[in-house]
């Protein structure tokens, strides 16, 4: 339980910290990448497709764009401050603070969303000013927003959990999270697959995050925003469980 909450918050500080004190790779670059995904595809596809009636294709890619940042920071912040921590060995001074697993759990994801948010606002600012992206359903934004930084950053925890070097963190990034990522509807509704396909989008997780998060910004989606809210929520608890539960044995963490 949560008993400790200055040892939490000086725990959440220092996982803050250690992104902000290189604040060019952890967040200006990942904007800059997904700002030359949207400048491209808009010079390239600008006028030719409409996803939706009234939205044109590069206030289409916004949503997707922004939940990708979401997607892959929120997992590269815990996974890359866990390993770290394994490999040099200073996860034993974090394992010795009088704090327990949950405050542990929460200190790191709740760092993975500040970095998580922060860059898809960088995102979305730039979108705004160059697009007038606008948003009808701001609370559901909020909320995949959230559901889809926790989920990812409780997967990055797993993954620094179960990984002995960093290449072993490398290979999930690269080829669990990205494909996913790409094959979930970043750049396409999966209305324009054939039904195979469509059946296979919606067996990924990550599908439901940017479809729910593409709700909040047209009121439009490829399936009803209330079953991703569930399908996530779900997904959300049962890895949280999961997480918890290996940290409380200290698994891979204890010598």
Not at 18 to 32: G, L
Not at 207 to 230: E, K, N, Q, T
């Amino acid at each position: 339980m949560i008993g400790n909450w200055p040892g939490l918050w000086t725990l959440f500080l220092k996982e803050v910290k250690r992104f902000t004190v290189v604040f060019m790779q952890t967040v200006t670059a990942p904007v800059i990448s997904a700002l030359l995904y949207l400048f491209i595809f808009s010079h390239a596809l600008a006028g030719r497709v409409e996803v939706y009636p009234g939205v044109s294709y590069p206030q289409f890619l916004v949503p997707g764009l922004m939940m990708m940042t979401i997607i892959q920071n929120a997992f590269a912040n815990t996974s890359s401050s866990l390993i770290f921590s394994k490999v040099t060995g200073n996860i034993v001074f974090v394992l010795l603070a009088p704090l327990s697993h949950l405050e542990f759990y929460l200190a790191f994801v709740g760092a993975a969303l500040v970095r998580a948010v922060v860059v898809s606002i960088g995102v979305y600012v730039v979108a705004f000013f160059y697009l007038g992206a606008t948003v009808v359903h701001p609370l559901l934004l909020l909320v995949f927003g959230l559901l889809g930084g926790g989920l990812l950053a409780t997967c990055g925890l797993l993954a620094g959990i179960w990984a002995d070097k960093f290449d072993q963190v490398a290979t999930v990034q690269n080829f669990v999270i990205l494909p996913l990522t790409y094959l979930s509807g970043v750049f396409y509704s999966i209305h324009s697959l054939p039904p195979a396909w469509q059946a296979l989008s919606r067996a990924n997780p990550f599908f439901y995050l940017i479809d729910g998060f593409r709700y909040g910004f047209f009121g439009h989606s490829d399936v009803s925003p209330w079953l991703s809210v569930a399908v996530m929520a779900g997904a959300n608890a049962a890895l949280c469980i999961l997480c918890l539960r290996l940290l409380s044995r200290g698994y891979k963490l204890r010598g």
